[in-house]
């Protein structure tokens, strides 16, 4: 594989951000609409998907596993499924790029298949740990090979055999990941009895609500210490469905941020899906100080949607709450921006995630954070950041992306508040997940 030839892009002192914008469709729910419809039994539609790399991949790996997926002219995408216990053996390696979500979700489908999967990435998904999800489906029945990492992690190049039947079971997540619980409960798809996943704290819950809709039989319980039993029963027959995906809240993350930060901003954001799971963001951006309205809330497809209109605040140091991690994990990059200019300081912790993700981001925004003058004390789990109360940040550095979409983006919004511009190294990574980022923040400053 040749990565693509690095884009650096200087981001400078912006005027007033104005206006309403559409973002992509939300990833997490695109790359589920591909998957789960490649499993039913008839023609699904889709429309909204986030047409970026990683969803791609995930559409380029359920092609190869015998699936007939196309997008029409008006960007309706038509998926014609092969049913559960369906899949075909891939003809040749399945390359995820940078997709973390592709590669773990699809490990759990094959897990349970008579099929052989090697899954392949570009050099960051190469370096990120896989152990968490091979050891559940490992327990299922499945033989998974995969390459020595540092530090005695798994990774990518791995070979997955999947058993069928597989094995069901009973699996408490060690700790919260919305793609591991995902993985297992796909995995017990295909498999005979019934499937659980205990999750001590609620991550995403997608794939709960998608599989539901495409008729699985699916039940939440929760017990008395506050854990979820998700249980999912097997050799489900899956129903075609029409799905409508909302904008990523984790890409609105960006323009939120952007509006709070620059003087004079008011925008809005159409379209945004609002998820329990995923709207921590907006909660914690309120408890600064942020003024966020939401318009013409309203339910899509099971998932809450509204329009976001989002003007310049003066935001206000705060310890957030590590309870609320689980569902805005994503966000916490441009949240570290966000407490780079509030007034006092902001402490985050029970961030661990953060350490493997597309990078260590906790250690790649530190690092960023201290080269444009930001005051930030990394942590263990977590970053302390004391704000300059709304000035200007020094800026002036160029920073490593370090290949991450979200480090990039959060740096892009970065350079917009700050005295002199902030360069990225290489805003490649961006078409990942948000292909127009960079076309929006244009329309937003005429």
């Known amino acids: 594989m040749i990565d693509p030839i690095a884009t650096p892009r200087s981001f400078s002192a912006s005027p007033p951000l104005r206006g309403q914008i559409a973002i992509p469709g939300d990833k997490s729910i695109s ?9 039913a039994v008839g023609t699904s539609r889709v429309t909204g998907l986030l047409e970026g790399h990683d969803v791609l991949a995930t559409a380029a790996a359920m092609r ?30 399945l390359d995820m790029g940078n997709s973390g979500t592709s590669t773990r979700l699809l490990m759990g489908l094959v897990a349970s298949h008579p099929i052989t999967a090697t899954f392949i990435g570009d050099a960051s998904l190469s370096g990120r740990p896989m152990g968490r999800v091979i050891d559940p489906l490992s327990q299922m029945g499945a033989d998974i090979s995969a390459s020595p990492g540092a530090n005695g992690t798994q990774t990518l ?15 408490r ?28 704290v609620a991550t995403r819950d997608h794939s709960e609500r998608m599989l539901r809709g495409f008729g699985a039989d699916l039940s939440v319980e929760i017990d008395a210490d506050g854990a979820r039993h998700i249980r999912i ?15 990523d809240p984790s890409s609105a993350a960006f323009f939120i941020v952007a509006a709070l930060l620059v003087p004079g901003s008011d925008v809005t954001i159409a379209n945004v899906g609002l998820n329990p799971t995923r709207a921590g963001l907006v909660e914690v951006l309120r408890a600064m100080g942020g003024d966020i309205e939401l318009v013409d809330a309203r339910d899509v497809g099971g998932e809450p949607v509204a329009d976001l209109r989002v003007r310049h605040s003066s935001l206000s140091g705060i310890d957030v709450d590590p309870a609320v991690a689980p569902s805005m994990i994503d966000e916490f990059p441009i949240l570290f921006i966000a407490a780079a200019l509030a007034e006092g300081r902001t402490v985050m912790t029970g961030l661990d995630e953060l350490r493997v993700k597309e990078s260590d981001r906790i250690a790649v925004m530190a690092t960023g954070l201290q080269a ?26 160029t920073v490593a ?4 979409h979200r480090i990039c983006m ?37």
């Open 401 to 404: 992306g370090h290949l991450d």
């Open 233 to 247: 029963r097997g050799e489900a027959e899956l129903k075609p469905q029409t799905i409508e995906v909302p904008g």
């Open 31 to 39: 790359h589920r609409a591909l998957m789960f419809s490649a499993l």
């Open 372 to 397: 444009i003058g930001a005051r930030v004390t990394e942590t263990e789990d977590g970053m302390i950041i004391d704000g300059t109360g709304g000035a200007p940040l020094p800026g002036g550095a």
């Open 64 to 93: 190869a596993m015998g699936a007939h997926i196309e997008r029409g002219a008006s960007g309706e995408w038509r998926i014609d499924g092969v049913g559960v216990g369906g899949l075909l053996q891939p003809q040749a390696a």
């Open 410 to 446: 959060s740096f892009a919004i970065a350079g917009l508040v700050s005295k002199d511009a902030v360069t990225i190294d290489d805003m490649t990574p961006v078409g990942t997940s948000f292909p127009n980022f960079e076309t929006l923040l244009t329309e937003l400053t005429p």
């Open 173 to 200: 997540l060690p700790m919260a990941s919305a793609q591991v619980k995902s993985a297992v409960l796909l995995a017990g798809l295909n498999t005979p009895g019934i499937t659980e996943v205990i999750e001590p």
């Open 157 to 171: 190049p791995l070979m997955v055999r999947g058993m069928a039947p597989a094995i069901p079971l009973s699996y």
